[in-house]
């Protein structure tokens, strides 16, 4: 049974960092692209950035320069750290997973068949 657990979400000023992480277990999890996605109330659920097996991220605009994602094949597990945090950031954060491998990682949200709990991450102003 694959199970993805995020932690490290908070609340914390704007201008402020925190590190998510997520663990995952019962999944192969080295071949695999992996993503952090986010959703605020009332907005759909965004993809925030992505790794693929060879460790190349992408980002969508609005972190980018701010956001770094990062993996630990040995542990299973991936990271995202969040500098220069801004209100507009406030969300549940999600780690996913997909069933099928790619060469390049996938940004839409149906591509991802595993999802961890959600961990908020709070900015205030």
């Known amino acids: 049974q694959v199970q993805l657990v995020e932690s490290g979400g908070g609340s914390v000023q704007a201008g402020g960092s925190l590190r998510l992480s997520c663990a995952a277990s019962?999944?192969?999890?080295?071949?695999?692209?992996m993503a952090w996605f986010r959703q605020a109330p009332e907005k759909e659920r965004e993809g925030v950035a992505f790794i693929s097996h060879d460790y190349s991220a992408t980002y969508t605009d609005s972190v980018k320069g701010r956001f770094t994602i990062s993996r630990d094949n040995a542990n299973n597990t991936l990271y995202l750290q969040m500098n220069s945090l801004k209100p507009e950031d406030t969300a549940m954060y999600y780690c996913?997973?997909?069933?099928?491998?790619?060469?390049?990682?996938?940004?839409?949200?149906?591509?991802?068949?595993?999802w961890g709990q959600g961990t908020q991450v709070t900015v205030s102003s």
């Open positions: 019962g999944y192969t999890f080295s071949p695999y692209c």
């Open positions: 996913a997973a997909p069933r099928f491998w790619a060469a390049s990682c996938v940004r839409k949200v149906t591509e991802y068949a595993y």
